[in-house]
Structure formats: structure tokens, C-alpha cells
């Protein structure tokens, strides 16, 4: 994917009501957001770039970290236990794919 369109793509996901990084900062999980975050980051190849769009970085870095709040979050204040789940679930799985994507120092 271009990077121009990742941005987009990354920037709804952080700043628009129906993106699925915005939902959960209000505390609601959306699943077909989930996957749709899911593709969005494993379309992402850094294979043969010299150098990373800062922009790009901006959107990406703090994902994993967040994700990580947010199940601490759901975890003290949600009273649906199967959405505290789904948020692991999900982070586990997000995290997997920076792994991927970014390897381990």
C-alpha cells in the first residue's frame, strides 16, 4: 500500500468516530474494526526503505502500547468480561503483527 493511503488509512483509525482506535479510547469494542486494523498493519512491508515516513511512524508506534492500556482499561471498568477478552485478544494478536513487521531489538 502507498504510503499516502496507509496515513489515511492509520489516521482514520486514530481520529475518526468510527475508527477502531478512536472506539476504544471511548472505551467500545468494535470487532470488524479489529480486523479491519488487523489488515491494515499486516499490508505493511518496510522491506527494502531506507528511511520511514514520519508520519507513518507517528500513527504506528504508540499502538502496541495503547492496546495495552486499553485492556488494563476494560479490565477495571467493564462489566462485559467477554469484551475485556476480545481486547486481549486483540492486542495479543496486533502485537504479534509488529513483531512481524518490526522484529525484536
Known sequence: METDKLIQALEYEWEDEGGFLW????RSFDAEGAKRLESLLQSIS??????ID???MQLLWFVPTFLQWCVET???ISEDSNET???KQCEGRIQKIFV????IP
Do not use: A, H, M, S
Open 74 to 76: 476494560f479490565r477495571g
Open 46 to 51: 518496510f522491506e527494502n526503505i531506507d528511511c
Open 100 to 103: 512481524e513487521l518490526l522484529g
Open 54 to 56: 514520519k508520519r507513518l
Open 85 to 87: 477478552y476480545y481486547v
Open 23 to 26: 472506539r476504544l479510547r471511548d
